[in-house]
C-alpha cells in the first residue's frame, strides 16, 4: 500500500523558515515526479513545485526564489525548503506522486497534508 507521509509544517512569522518531508512507502520512489501543492481555505488547490526523477525542479512563480524542492532517492524523501514565508503562503500544504513512466500503474498518490501558518 502506498503511503506518503508529510511533515514539519507548523506556526512561524513572516519572515521565517520551515523545512516539509515527505516520506514515501509502497512505491519505487525512484520512478515517480515528485512534488508539493498547496491549498488555503476557500481556494484550489494549487501546484508549489515539483522534482522529476532525473532532478529536474519546476516552480509556481509564488515560491520561485523562496522555495527549493529537492529529493533523496536513498531515503524515499522529498523535501520542501521554504524561505522568507508570508502570510499568504498559509495552507495545507500536500506531497503528490506522479509515475514518470509507464512501466508503472498510472495512479498519482497524495499524502494526508500538513498545514503550514504564517503569522505574528
Known amino acids: 500500500q502506498v503511503q506518503l507521509v508529510e511533515s514539519g509544517g507548523g506556526l512561524v512569522q513572516p519572515g521565517g523558515s520551515l523545512r516539509l518531508s515527505c516520506a514515501a512507502s509502497?512505491?519505487?520512489?525512484?520512478?515517480?515526479?515528485m512534488g508539493w501543492y498547496r491549498q488555503a481555505p476557500g481556494k484550489q488547490r494549487e501546484l508549489v513545485a515539483t522534482i522529476t526523477t532525473g532532478g529536474s525542479t519546476n516552480y509556481a512563480n509564488s515560491a520561485k526564489g523562496r522555495f527549493t524542492i529537492s529529493r533523496d532517492n536513498a531515503k524515499n524523501t522529498v523535501y520542501l525548503q521554504m524561505n522568507s514565508l508570508k502570510p499568504e503562503d498559509t495552507a495545507v500544504y500536500y506531497c503528490?506522486?506522479?509515475?514518470?513512466?509507464?512501466?508503472?500503474?498510472?495512479?498519482?498518490?497524495w499524502g494526508q497534508g500538513t498545514q503550514v501558518t504564517v503569522s505574528s
Open positions: 503528490n506522486a506522479r509515475p514518470s513512466t509507464t512501466s508503472i500503474p498510472p495512479s498519482d498518490y
Open positions: 509502497g512505491l519505487i520512489f525512484r520512478l515517480y515526479t
